[in-house]
């Protein structure tokens, strides 16, 4: 029905950069918000950061003065530049979309998940 596809994440030095994406696809007709959440080892999965269709945002209070997301509505795609990045940022970060899935699976909406993509920031 509908497939999230992130790629970017990696290991990476305290202070460094990552960019992470996320593709959607799949018989969807539109895709409303889209986000990233993550989740540490031991923890609950948190909103990182969402954004609209028409582009407003908002950010977990942590990460608001270094990561951005962003969007592209013509590819389908989600991005999240994380910068100056901690070792507290280390999980599993999954992208999200609000999608309207296609008359032939119901034609409702729903929020669909990627499988995620490891984040490791050594100190």
């Known amino acids: 029905q509908v497939q999230l596809v992130e790629s970017g994440g990696g290991l990476v030095q305290a202070g460094g950069s990552l960019r992470l994406s996320c593709v959607v696809s799949?018989?969807?007709?539109?895709?409303?918000?889209m986000g990233w959440y993550r989740q540490a080892p031991g923890k609950q999965r948190d909103l990182v950061a969402r954004?609209?269709?028409?582009?407003?945002?908002n950010y977990q209070a942590s990460v608001k003065d270094r990561f951005t997301i962003s969007r592209d509505n013509a590819k389908n795609m989600v991005y999240l530049q994380m910068n100056t990045l901690k070792p507290e940022d280390t999980a599993v970060y999954y992208c999200t979309a609000n999608v309207l899935l296609s008359v032939l699976f119901g034609g409702t909406w729903r929020e669909a998940w990627g499988q995620g993509t490891q984040v490791t920031v050594s100190p």
């Open positions: 954004i609209t269709r028409g582009g407003t945002t």
């Open positions: 799949g018989s969807i007709v539109s895709i409303n918000d």
